[in-house]
Structures are given as structure tokens and as C-alpha cells.
């Protein structure tokens, strides 16, 4: 049986703008359903109609989930969750990892590693943590 991990991240009302930011920096398809695009609109308060009730962003093997539906009152960012992405060349690599890191912060800049790698960590302007790994050929 093939598994596939995908991340789900959830944001408190800037899913839209995190996905569209994500998409032109990763490529591919961006599908996003407002919660006034789903039956559940007549169960959710007003203010909720343009929240994101689930997006979808795919490139290839690269699948990224998000949501604006917050589980209580508000959002807790947490330290428990990063996202780890296999670069194909080293042009990749320092590429999206300088994109991703406007605004954000530069944790580990992108260097060789002991493993043949190359390797960076990055918290971006959503407050996510990215790991980019890169093989050397």
C-alpha cells in the first residue's frame, strides 16, 4: 500500500492569502472552498461566510491542506508541526528558501550538511516553520 502524508495547516482567517503566497512560490493548483460555498453556511455565524472551509494546493507529489476553521475561540500557534520539503536541484533550494523567508525568519540558512545535503530552516511571515533539503548529485 502506497501512504502519502500531507500537511493540514489551520489559520484564524488568512488561509486565502497564506495558500495564494505558498502557490506562487511552490507552483501548481490552488483550490479554495469558502465556507459560504458548502452546506455548512446556514450552521456557521456570519462573519464566517468568507473563511476558508478547506483549500488544496498540488504540485506534483507536493500536497498542502489548509483551513480558516478554527476549533474553539481562537488559534494557538504551536511549535509542533513543520513542513518539510525535498528540493530537486540547488537552484530550488536557495530559490524558495529566500521567497518563503521574506518577512519571516531565517533559522538555518541553506549550507551543505553532514549528510551530503543541503539544508535550511525557516519560519515564514505565517509564523510555519519549513525544512528544505536538497540531495547533491
Request: with cysteine; hydrophobic share 35%; charged share 25%.
Amino acid at each position: 500500500m502506497d501512504n502519502q502524508l500531507n500537511v493540514y495547516l489551520t489559520f484564524s482567517g488568512n488561509a486565502k492569502e497564506a495558500m495564494t503566497f505558498y502557490r506562487d512560490i511552490l507552483g501548481g493548483k490552488l483550490e479554495i472552498m469558502k465556507v459560504s460555498d458548502t452546506p455548512a453556511k446556514d450552521r456557521c455565524p456570519e462573519g464566517m461566510q468568507d473563511q476558508v472551509m478547506h483549500s488544496s494546493l498540488t504540485n506534483g507529489n507536493l500536497v498542502l491542506f489548509a483551513t480558516d476553521m478554527v476549533a474553539g475561540d481562537k488559534l494557538t500557534e504551536g511549535n509542533g508541526i513543520s513542513l518539510s520539503l525535498t528540493c530537486s536541484t540547488e537552484d530550488d533550494i536557495n530559490t524558495i528558501y529566500n521567497k518563503l523567508s521574506e518577512g519571516g525568519v531565517q533559522i538555518h540558512p541553506v549550507k551543505k550538511e553532514f549528510w551530503g545535503g543541503m539544508f535550511g530552516v525557516l519560519k515564514d511571515k505565517f509564523g510555519k516553520v519549513w525544512m528544505l533539503n536538497c540531495p547533491i548529485k
